[in-house]
């Protein structure tokens, strides 16, 4: 006789190591033993790259690159950067409408620009920190174009003295007297 049993009727058959299991019985999750301690292969770090494999990972932008290399200092910035901006809510449009024109300074809520600005954002829902960035941009620039030219009306009241609303008005009164002699 040979070594393999291909006679008709063995009963060897496809399904004879397949057991089954009786679902009368349950089965307990719990008495699987679980092994508390790490496998010491397991365990080990990864080995660290070669000192020649500086390649970033391929989910790494651009902009977080420096010389080639992950910049994990500005990635780290720009998360905390962004978790700031999230937790304040300054990536939404206020609900309440109402926008920071703090960089219009004190009077900022009466300036006509800062209120132009705040209902056209209101009405194509700005986020906070948008408008904030556009207000700080255009209130800059503003300074710049105007730079010596600003009179800070305090300031010049202040100059003139504690009666110096009697002097403006003198000075005004004065003028008025030239226009009317027609000078």
Known sequence: ?????????????????VTI???ST????QAAEIPHKAEPAAAAAPA???PGDDKPPEWMPENFLKDGKP?????AKSWRDLRGKISKGAHNAPADGKYNLSAFGENGEENPIGQTLAGWAKENGISSAAFEELTAKISAQAQEIMGADMVDPKAEMAKLGPNANAVVN??????????NKGV
Do not use: C, I, K
């Open 170 to 179: 003198g000075m005004v009164d004065w003028a008025r007297g030239l226009v």
């Open 1 to 17: 006789m040979s070594d393999t049993n291909d006679q008709p009727g063995d009963s060897s058959g496809l399904l004879d190591a």
């Open 71 to 75: 910049d994990y200092e500005a990635l």
């Open 48 to 50: 660290p790259a070669a």
């Open 26 to 29: 349950p089965t307990n999750p």
């Open 21 to 23: 299991e009786d679902p």
